[in-house]
């Protein structure tokens, strides 16, 4: 493809560029990819990612948003009708995990301080952690239908501390994917 052929000149930068850096998340840290990196993989001038994005933040920052809506998808989907309270947790938590230790560099970009601010996330990471926490919480509600608030927002934050840990030991190497489900089932027993 030459560069007056390129998807940039025919009004698809955006998908292009977002998928390009997709890809190269799959292979490298954020932290690592150049926006003229980036246009080599869309096969762009290499001066269109700062046409659409400004900088490296703004990169990151779309990436992470087209990351946490995949990591979202997947949460979501292990959500499946009919499994009892401690069967939801259990594969809502596998899916967060898995999506993670599948992902690891996506997943270290969502998270990221600098890419999402904690406590104020851009307005399309809002309402895709809002699905996240509300869905984590409702699950949590579920393990004990007695609780009152309070104790139900403790149960969902121990067991995202619970995944988040997990995936990041798994990426690490420290544990093995065989054992993100025992140790899942293990901290709901609890």
């Given at each position: 493809?030459?560069?007056s052929?390129?998807?940039?000149?025919?009004?698809?930068?955006?998908?292009?560029l977002?998928?390009a850096g997709?890809?190269?998340?799959?292979?490298?840290?954020?932290?690592?990819?150049s926006?003229?990196?980036?246009?080599?993989?869309?096969?762009v001038?290499?001066?269109a990612?700062y046409?659409?994005?400004?900088?490296k933040?703004?990169l990151f920052?779309?990436?992470?948003e087209?990351?946490?809506?995949?990591?979202?998808?997947?949460?979501?989907?292990?959500?499946?009708p009919?499994?009892?309270a401690?069967?939801?947790?259990?594969?809502?938590g596998?899916?967060?995990?898995?999506?993670?230790?599948d992902n690891?560099h996506?997943?270290t970009?969502?998270?990221d301080?600098e890419?999402?601010v904690?406590?104020?996330?851009?307005?399309t990471m809002?309402?895709?952690?809002r699905q996240?926490?509300?869905?984590?919480g409702?699950?949590?509600a579920g393990?004990?239908?007695?609780?009152d608030a309070?104790r139900?927002?403790?149960r969902?934050t121990?067991?995202?501390?619970?995944?988040?840990g997990l995936?990041?030991?798994?990426?690490a190497?420290?544990?093995?994917r065989?054992q993100?489900?025992?140790?899942?089932?293990?901290?709901?027993?609890?």
């Amino acid at each position: 493809m030459s560069r007056s052929d390129a998807p940039y000149h025919h009004g698809n930068l955006g998908p292009v560029l977002e998928a390009a850096g997709v890809e190269l998340l799959a292979q490298k840290p954020h932290s690592s990819i150049s926006l003229r990196e980036l246009a080599r993989e869309a096969d762009v001038s290499h001066n269109a990612p700062y046409h659409h994005f400004g900088d490296k933040t703004g990169l990151f920052k779309r990436l992470g948003e087209v990351s946490m809506q995949r990591l979202v998808d997947q949460f979501l989907a292990a959500d499946a009708p009919g499994l009892d309270a401690q069967e939801r947790a259990l594969a809502l938590g596998a899916a967060y995990v898995e999506f993670a230790v599948d992902n690891p560099h996506a997943f270290t970009l969502i998270y990221d301080p600098e890419v999402c601010v904690p406590g104020s996330p851009s307005e399309t990471m809002a309402p895709l952690i809002r699905q996240l926490e509300d869905t984590l919480g409702d699950a949590a509600a579920g393990l004990d239908p007695e609780a009152d608030a309070g104790r139900v927002e403790a149960r969902a934050t121990a067991l995202w501390a619970t995944m988040q840990g997990l995936a990041y030991l798994v990426i690490a190497g420290h544990l093995t994917r065989a054992q993100i489900r025992p140790a899942i089932a293990e901290s709901l027993r609890r």
